[in-house]
C-alpha cells in the first residue's frame, strides 16, 4: 500500500520538473504556464470545492499562482450548479447547492480567460460501514513508536473494482504532508479487511477524524501515480518518472466524484 497526499496545485512544478515520460505535456518556462484544476464532490452534505491555479516557475520556487475570475460549473442529470469563488481563498470555487449520489456521473467546466477546461467523473457506490478500534498502550519497539493505534474494520464488496484513499485529522490538523493519505486497490487487500492499523501514533484525549473514501478508478491511477513519482529514488533501477494521468481536459489535475463515510474518536487511556 503506498502513501500520498499534498496540495496538488503545489505540487505541479515539482512533477513537470521530474517528468521525462510525458502523459501531461508540462512547459516550465514561466511565459507558458499551464492552468491546473482540482476539484471534489462526495455524497456528504457539505462544501464542494474546485481549485484552479496555474503552474508556477519552477526554477524561482515562487507561489502558485491562483485564478481569480473563473467560472465553474457542475452538472449532475438534472441541473448545473454555479460555483462561487471564496473571497477569503482566491481560486478556490465553492457550492453546497446540492449533495451527490452515488453512481451519478458529475460534468466539470471551468472557463478561464474564454477557454473551457472539462472533466467528468462517476461517484462509485456508497461505501460500506467501517469500524475503528482503539489498541491497548504500546510501549514501543524498534519497528513502531509509543503510543496507542487505530484499526479498521470493514468489508469490501466481492465481485466488482473498489478504489480507497484515507483521511485523518489530529487534533483539528488535516495530515497534508507527501506520506499522509493513503490510496488502495481492492486488487491488493483481502474482502475482510480485519485490524489495518492506521500509520500515526496517538496520545490518550488526542482527537481523530477518520475519513475513508471510494474513490473513481481514475483518481486512484492518479494519487498512485503521483506517490511512485514522489518517493521515486532515481536510482539506476527506477522507472523514469511521468506525470499523473489527470481527468482534466485541456489542462492538468483531477476531478473526483466520491463516496465518503466519517468517523471521529477520541483517544481513552488505557492498559
Same mark, same amino acid.
Given at each position: 500500500?503506498?502513501?500520498?497526499?499534498?496540495?496538488?496545485?503545489?505540487?505541479?512544478?515539482?512533477?513537470?520538473?521530474?517528468?521525462?515520460?510525458?502523459?501531461? $505535456?508540462? $512547459?516550465?518556462?514561466?511565459?507558458?504556464?499551464?492552468?491546473?484544476?482540482?476539484?471534489?464532490?462526495?455524497?456528504?452534505?457539505?462544501?464542494?470545492?474546485?481549485?484552479?491555479?496555474?503552474?508556477?516557475?519552477?526554477?524561482?520556487?515562487?507561489?502558485?499562482?491562483?485564478?481569480?475570475?473563473?467560472?465553474?460549473?457542475?452538472?449532475?442529470?438534472?441541473?448545473?450548479?454555479?460555483?462561487?469563488?471564496?473571497?477569503?481563498?482566491?481560486?478556490?470555487?465553492?457550492?453546497?447547492? @446540492?449533495?451527490?449520489?452515488?453512481?451519478?456521473?458529475?460534468?466539470?467546466?471551468?472557463?478561464?480567460?474564454?477557454?473551457?477546461?472539462?472533466?467528468?467523473?462517476? &461517484?462509485?457506490?456508497?461505501?460500506?460501514?467501517?469500524?475503528?478500534?482503539?489498541?491497548?498502550?504500546?510501549?514501543?519497539?524498534?519497528?513502531?513508536?509509543?503510543?496507542?493505534?487505530?484499526?479498521?474494520?470493514?468489508?469490501?464488496?466481492?465481485?466488482?473494482?473498489?478504489?480507497?484513499?484515507?483521511?485523518?485529522?489530529?487534533?483539528?490538523?488535516?495530515?497534508?504532508?507527501?506520506?499522509?493519505?493513503?490510496?488502495?486497490?481492492?486488487?491488493?487487500?483481502?474482502?475482510?479487511?480485519?485490524?489495518?492499523?492506521?500509520?500515526?501514533?496517538?496520545?490518550?484525549?488526542?482527537?481523530?477524524?477518520?475519513? &475513508?473514501?471510494?474513490?473513481?478508478?481514475?483518481?486512484?491511477?492518479?494519487?498512485?501515480?503521483?506517490?511512485?513519482?514522489?518517493?521515486?529514488?532515481?536510482?539506476?533501477?527506477?522507472?523514469?518518472?511521468?506525470?499523473?494521468?489527470?481527468?482534466?481536459?485541456?489542462?492538468?489535475?483531477? @476531478?473526483?466524484?466520491?463516496?465518503?463515510?466519517?468517523?471521529?474518536?477520541?483517544?481513552?487511556?488505557?492498559?
Amino acid at each position: 500500500m503506498k502513501n500520498i497526499v499534498y496540495n496538488l496545485l503545489a505540487l505541479l512544478s515539482i512533477i513537470s520538473m521530474a517528468s521525462c515520460t510525458k502523459v501531461i $505535456d508540462v $512547459d516550465l518556462n514561466e511565459g507558458n504556464p499551464q492552468v491546473v484544476i482540482e476539484g471534489e464532490v462526495s455524497d456528504q452534505p457539505e462544501t464542494y470545492w474546485v481549485r484552479v491555479s496555474r503552474t508556477g516557475n519552477y526554477i524561482g520556487r515562487e507561489e502558485t499562482p491562483k485564478i481569480s475570475g473563473a467560472t465553474v460549473t457542475i452538472t449532475d442529470n438534472n441541473q448545473t450548479y454555479t460555483l462561487i469563488e471564496n473571497p477569503n481563498q482566491p481560486g478556490t470555487y465553492e457550492t453546497s447547492a @446540492f449533495v451527490g449520489v452515488p453512481g451519478t456521473t458529475y460534468f466539470l467546466k471551468v472557463v478561464v480567460e474564454g477557454k473551457e477546461y472539462t472533466s467528468q467523473s462517476t &461517484m462509485p457506490s456508497e461505501l460500506l460501514d467501517f469500524e475503528l478500534r482503539q489498541t491497548a498502550y504500546f510501549a514501543g519497539d524498534a519497528t513502531k513508536d509509543p503510543g496507542y493505534y487505530l484499526q479498521l474494520f470493514t468489508t469490501d464488496p466481492p465481485n466488482e473494482d473498489n478504489y480507497y484513499q484515507w483521511r485523518f485529522t489530529i487534533n483539528d490538523t488535516l495530515k497534508n504532508k507527501p506520506d499522509d493519505i493513503a490510496v488502495a486497490s481492492d486488487e491488493w487487500i483481502q474482502e475482510q479487511i480485519e485490524g489495518f492499523q492506521a500509520p500515526y501514533t496517538f496520545q490518550a484525549e488526542d482527537r481523530v477524524k477518520f475519513s &475513508m473514501l471510494a474513490v473513481p478508478k481514475e483518481t486512484y491511477d492518479f494519487y498512485d501515480a503521483l506517490v511512485t513519482l514522489l518517493f521515486n529514488d532515481g536510482g539506476m533501477f527506477s522507472p523514469p518518472p511521468a506525470n499523473p494521468p489527470g481527468n482534466i481536459d485541456g489542462g492538468i489535475g483531477i @476531478f473526483s466524484a466520491v463516496s465518503i463515510k466519517t468517523k471521529e474518536v477520541v483517544i481513552v487511556e488505557k492498559n
